[in-house]
C-alpha cells in the first residue's frame, strides 16, 4: 500500500536473487505503493532489520505510489493482496492488465494467496521468507522461459 513493508522488501528479495545468479543487467527491479502515505520515505525500519539478517539492505529505497506509466514499462508487476491488486486493476490501461498479479502466485500451491502486512503484526522475518522464496521461483520461472 504505502511502499515501506511488502513491497520494498520483495523489492529487494528479488534483487538480491537476480545479482546472487549474476543477471543483474538483465533486469529493471522498483517496486511502489497504491496509496500515497509514505511518499519520499525509506522502508519501515522494522523491514529494513529484517532483511539485513538475511544479507539485503533496503536503505536505499524510497517510497513511491504507482503512476499509470509503470503498467506500459514493466512487463511484470506484482501485488501483495487482493485489496492492492483490485486497486492496481482499476488504474490499470485494460491492455496491460495481463500484466498483474499476485507475489505468491509465484510459488508453487499459493495460487491466490496474500503476503501478511507486517506493519501491525510484526512478521518481518515471516514476510522476507516468504518473499524471498517466491522471488526465487520467480527468477526459475523467467530465466527458464528465456532460454
Not at 520483495?10 to 517496486?31: C, P, T, Y
Not at 525509506?42 to 509503470?70: M, N, Y
Request: hydrophobic share 35%; glycine share 4%; net charge negative.
Amino acid at each position: 500500500m504505502g511502499n515501506i513493508c511488502r513491497s520494498p522488501t520483495a523489492e529487494g528479495a528479488f534483487k538480491s536473487q537476480v545479482e546472487r545468479h549474476n543477471l543483474s543487467k538483465l533486469f529493471e527491479i522498483d517496486s511502489a505503493g497504491t496509496h500515497a502515505y509514505h511518499l519520499g520515505e525509506h522502508p519501515d525500519r522494522r523491514a529494513q532489520k529484517s532483511a539485513i539478517k538475511f544479507g539485503v539492505d533496503l536503505s536505499t529505497q524510497k517510497a513511491r505510489q504507482v503512476h499509470e506509466s509503470d503498467f506500459y514499462y514493466y512487463d511484470y508487476i506484482f501485488a501483495m493482496d487482493m485489496s492492492n491488486m483490485s486497486d492496481l486493476v482499476s488504474i490499470c490501461p485494460k491492455e496491460h492488465q495481463h500484466k498483474i498479479s499476485l507475489m505468491l502466485d509465484n510459488l508453487p500451491n499459493s495460487l491466490g494467496q496474500s503476503v501478511p502486512d507486517p506493519y501491525f503484526e510484526g512478521r518481518f522475518d515471516e514476510v522476507f521468507n516468504m518473499l524471498n522464496l517466491s522471488s526465487e521461483f520467480l527468477l526459475k520461472s523467467l530465466t527458464k522461459n528465456s532460454t
